[in-house]
Nanobody
Framework: QVQLVESGGGLVQTGGSLRLSCVSS????????IGWFRRPPGKEREFVAA?????VYKDSVKGRFTITRDNAKNTVYLQMNRLEPGDTAVYYC????????????????WGQGTQVTVSS
């Protein structure tokens, strides 16, 4: 059973930073793709960033967010800088094996999410 646990969310002012963590357990982590998605208030879930053999980002977060992984700790991080009110959302990490994808439908296992709120 694969389990993902997110942490690191919180309330931050515009321009501030947060680092989200996603800890995976239950299977070999180093070959998994890990994606971050978010659900803004009243909106659909959207892709943010993913890491596998390479990395991919949503256009609006390029240059502000960085996704990295530490295989020894079974952890993926999402460093979020220069946060904007539009980044307010519940952030989820998810995982699957296969070609790196931005499509949520490809991801098999999901965490419970962590709230990020950016005040103006």
């Amino acid at each position: 059973q694969v389990q993902l646990v997110e942490s690191g969310g919180g309330l931050v002012q515009t321009g501030g930073s947060l680092r989200l963590s996603c800890v995976s357990s239950g299977r070999t982590f180093s070959t998994d793709n890990i994606g971050w998605f978010r659900r803004p208030p009243g909106k659909e879930r959207e892709f943010v960033a993913a890491i596998g053999g390479n990395t991919v980002y949503k256009d609006s977060v390029k240059g502000r967010f960085t996704i990295t992984r530490d295989n020894a700790k079974n952890t993926v991080y999402l460093q979020m800088n220069r946060l904007e009110p539009g980044d307010t959302a519940v952030y989820y990490c998810a995982t699957y094996k296969g070609p790196l994808s931005v499509a949520a439908s490809q991801y098999l296992y999901w965490g419970q999410g962590t709230q990020v709120t950016v005040s103006s």
